[in-house]
């Protein structure tokens, strides 16, 4: 059993950014594969980056590329995703994922355990 809570989450003005955190509790950290995902109003919950548990390979949805960066530390047990130069598209609930199993593309189904997600608002 895995929990995870995010947090890090806010207000920011476009080209601002933000670290987001999800702190892990249970044993075996690093035998999980960690991802994010996000959720719009009246959208499906999506992908972002993912990061395997050794932390030695990371994906990301290609529209992230060069904005967003997924870390983690096995020590803290915690995944960050520092987001960089965000716009008003960026806004949505920001969720963390465990998953026991590597397969990309990540599908939200695919996920073993969730967290309850954090709040980005974007302004323009």
């Known amino acids: 059993q895995v929990q995870l809570l995010e947090s890090g989450g806010g207000l920011v003005q476009a080209g601002g950014s933000l670290t987001l955190s999800c702190a892990a509790s249970?044993?075996?950290?690093?035998?999980?594969?960690m991802g994010w995902f996000r959720q719009a109003p009246g959208s499906e919950r999506e992908f972002v980056a993912a990061i395997t548990g050794t932390g030695d390979v990371r994906n990301y949805v290609d529209s992230q590329k060069g904005r967003f960066t997924i870390s983690r530390d096995n020590v803290q047990n915690t995944v960050y995703l520092q987001m960089n130069n965000l716009i008003p598209d960026d806004t949505a609930v920001y969720y963390c994922a465990a998953a026991t199993l590597w397969r990309l593309p990540w599908l939200p189904r695919a996920s073993d355990y969730w967290g309850q997600g954090t709040q980005v608002t974007v302004s323009s």
């Open positions: 249970g044993r075996s950290f690093s035998s999980y594969h």
